[in-house]
């Protein structure tokens, strides 16, 4: 299924959106322009973030990046009690250029533009932290004029200085990747995004980064933490996730088109990225449907 692109209504005196929902909102697969900050004050159910599906409960908060793909589902026995007992969410959306144009390049909004760019993938945020982010939130909520702006702004800073980050969707998912200033990482990144699903040799990939195979692997390692056939996996599974998600072809097809040789290498890499295997994803999926 592809995601609806979902208007974020604000007053004509403001330039963001901050509200306090008491029952469900948003229960379809959409994604937006605006960053989301979500403050599960009270509830319980599943997030689906891009291609991360995950549980929720009382007291969690993501940030979700712009035109990222997300759902939010609290579950049935939740929705049938009475939702202002059981369910309070405190929701931020904020455009990237909300401050105008060049003000995240500044030398001095390095924080706020690293969050902002970790959030393309979401992120949960953890953390003893987390308790004040969540205090600036409902403060922002009551607050006016450019104190509302000035919070959001104190809270990026938080989360970004301050917590604990945990990234949700896989680099594949939508190949998007702002993580790294390098350009020849980001060379690597797009070759790779483009040519997946074709075998890459080591060769040629050290050919696009210009330098020797046996210095590219160093290299990326070193930038990123992992190998670069991790990385290859990684950007295949996300793909995949993107394919069972809109369910247009069967599981023997996502496997081929994600650039897998056989079906036991898919199901085993999918399995161990997602902790799921290939139709327990798609099932978990379908529930969006009937939403």
Known sequence: MKPQL????????????????????????????E??????YKGEGTQFIGDSIKRFKSGDMVLVGPRLPHYVKFDDKQL????????DVRVAH???????????????????????????????????????VADLLVEMLCADGAEKIIILMQILVQIAKYCKLETLSSIGFNCTYDEFSSDRIKNIYDYSC??????????EIAEVAKISPHSFCRYFKTQTRK??????TEIRIGHAC??????????????????????????????????????TYKR????TKAS
């Open 6 to 33: 979902l208007k974020v209504l604000k007053g004509p005196a403001q330039s963001f959106s901050v509200r306090r929902d008491r029952e469900p909102f948003n229960t379809k697969w959409h994604y937006h322009p």
């Open 35 to 40: 960053l989301e900050l979500i403050h599960f």
């Open 80 to 87: 049938e009690q009475s939702p202002a007992v059981d369910m």
């Open 94 to 132: 904020f455009g990237k250029e909300i401050w105008g144009n060049g003000f995240l390049n500044l030398p001095e909004n390095k924080l706020l533009k690293s969050i902002m760019e970790r959030a393309q993938r979401g992120v949960n945020i953890t953390g003893k932290h987390k308790d004040y």
């Open 194 to 203: 483009a040519n997946f699903k074709e075998k890459i040799q080591l060769e």
């Open 227 to 232: 190998t670069y056939s991790q990385f290859l």
């Open 242 to 279: 993107k394919l069972l998600i809109e369910d247009r072809l069967d599981i023997k097809q996502v496997c081929d088109d994600s650039g897998f040789n056989n079906f036991t290498s898919f199901f085993k890499c999918f399995r161990k990225i997602t902790g799921k295997s290939p139709l």
């Open 284 to 287: 978990e999926f379908i529930i």
